[in-house]
């Protein structure tokens, strides 16, 4: 089922501005979208075009009104960057059934990259003459209180055993289970302050806001810029403690890890599988290196290859997702076993999140560290791949230190 109203404006044009420098805290109140990574990105507001669908085929469907949309537009864009001219943000569900998936057009278009800034708006040309607005900084939320989500965690870590179980007895190598957390604030919380904290904490993250899901993901499903096709693997965490001597010993230890290691090779193997579909000159390293973080540690493989089909960003995305990293492996088999043990609808968590511009490229991050915002609530959501070696104590306690990124960003006090 969609909902696809081409109502489009009748130009698009993008006009160059001076560096803004921080491009989150030039967002709005309301309908706040973003995609940014080390300052450099996109935000959006305002909303010229919205299309919904579910159901398994979304990512087609989406990619036809998409292309349709454009059809109708009249654009002017002389800098021509990966993100110039009209772009859509959106946002897929992890579960194709009911499968939501959301894309927004936005009326005004904030970019910086590559040392060059520009605005691109939707509409009358009269409406051309929009500014970069003026820096805002809006305050907390006032006291935090948590809650359980969906399942308790002494359910959770049953779930776990019982997945664990399953692997061992040879039905399936490795399954993704995650858990949801409540939050809920003093006041309605602001998704430009969980945004703008976020990225000052993990700026080598994709911070994004689309539809209300905010978060900031370490990795990156897909990139299509032109012919070249980048994918961040992560798979396999451990804690830091704050000490470099003792955080370097457990990345010695991750790295040696037979659990983690096996977590991350089935991982790393089903994207390769995927894009190589797609692409050729493909590149897989043979080892992994690990990505340090504020709060984690992760085993991370960069996978890059040439578009060989032409296949969209939107395509990509559909042949990548879900990933071993989010899913399991055989991917069917997890999927059953996921909507059998968790206990709870992900959402848009661990499905894809980014932007898709002309042409086909775009960026595609995989919903992790993130939270379902509305009003004084938000829910957040952490996973972990579950393999034979698992222990439920110990994946409950990764879970634990993941949820950290967003809870951090809600209780800061600045």
Same mark, same amino acid.
């Given at each position: ?21 921080? !491009? ?6 309301? =309908?706040? !979208? ?27 469907? @989406? ?5 349709? #949309? ?14 110039? =001219? ?5 946002? &897929?569900? &992890? ?21 060059? %800034? ?27 209180? #948590? ?27 490795? /399954? ?39 978060? %900031?993901?370490?990795?990156?499903? /897909? ?11 992560? %798979? ?29 090779? $089935? ?27 504020? *709060?984690?540690?992760? $085993? /991370? ?18 042949? $990548? ?19 059998? !043990? ?6 848009? #968590? ?37 393999? @034979?070696?698992? *222990?439920?104590? @110990? ?5 634990? %230190? ?13």
């Amino acid at each position: 089922m969609s909902t696809a109203p081409v109502v489009a404006p009748t130009s698009a044009r993008t006009l160059p501005v001076d560096d803004p420098v921080e !491009l989150i805290p030039r967002l709005p109140a309301d =309908g706040a !979208l973003a995609w940014v990574r080390q300052g450099e990105g996109l935000v959006g507001w305002g909303e010229a075009a919205r299309f919904e669908t579910s159901g398994p085929d979304r990512f087609a469907e @989406a990619e036809q009104w998409w292309t349709a #949309y454009q059809r109708s537009l009249v654009v002017d864009d002389p800098i021509g960057l990966p993100g110039t =001219g009209p772009v859509a943000f959106a946002t &897929f569900a &992890f579960d194709p059934r009911p499968g939501l998936a959301t894309l927004v057009v936005p009326s005004v278009v904030l970019g910086r990259r590559a040392g060059r %800034a520009w605005l691109t708006v939707l509409g009358d040309p009269g409406h051309s003459t929009v500014g970069v607005p003026a820096p805002t900084r809006p305050g907390g939320f006032g006291r935090i209180r #948590y809650s359980e989500g969906s399942r308790t965690a002494p359910d959770w870590e049953s779930s776990v055993g019982a997945a664990v179980q399953r692997i061992v007895r040879g039905e399936l190598d490795k /399954v993704v289970l995650a858990r949801d957390l409540v939050a809920t604030a003093d006041e309605p919380i602001d998704p430009r302050v969980l945004m703008r904290r976020l990225a000052q904490r993990y700026p080598d993250c994709w911070t994004f806001c689309v539809d209300q899901l905010v978060g %900031a993901t370490p990795e990156l499903l /897909v990139r299509r810029v032109g012919g070249s096709v980048t994918s961040r693997v992560l %798979a396999g965490t451990v804690s830091r403690l704050g000490d470099d001597a003792a955080d370097g010993r457990l990345a010695s230890a991750l790295l040696g890890s037979d659990k983690d290691l096996e977590e991350h090779v $089935l991982a790393v193997r089903s994207v390769a599988a995927a894009l190589a579909d797609h692409c050729t000159d493909l590149e897989v390293p043979t080892e992994p290196r690990v990505l340090t973080l504020a *709060n984690v540690q992760h $085993l /991370v493989t960069d996978v890059t290859g040439r578009l060989a089909d032409g296949a969209s960003a939107l395509a990509l995305a559909d042949a $990548l997702h879900p990933t071993a990293a989010v899913c399991g492996t055989p991917t069917d088999v997890a999927l059953r076993l996921i909507r059998e !043990l968790e206990g709870m609808d992900r959402g848009g #968590y661990a499905g894809p999140v980014g932007w898709v511009g002309r042409d086909g490229d775009g960026e595609f991050g995989i919903a992790l560290r993130c939270a379902e915002v509305s009003g004084q609530r938000a829910r957040l959501f952490a996973g972990c791949g579950i393999v @034979a070696g698992s *222990n439920p104590e @110990a994946e409950l306690a990764e879970a634990q %230190a993941k949820l950290v990124a967003v809870r951090d960003a809600l209780e800061a006090d600045d």
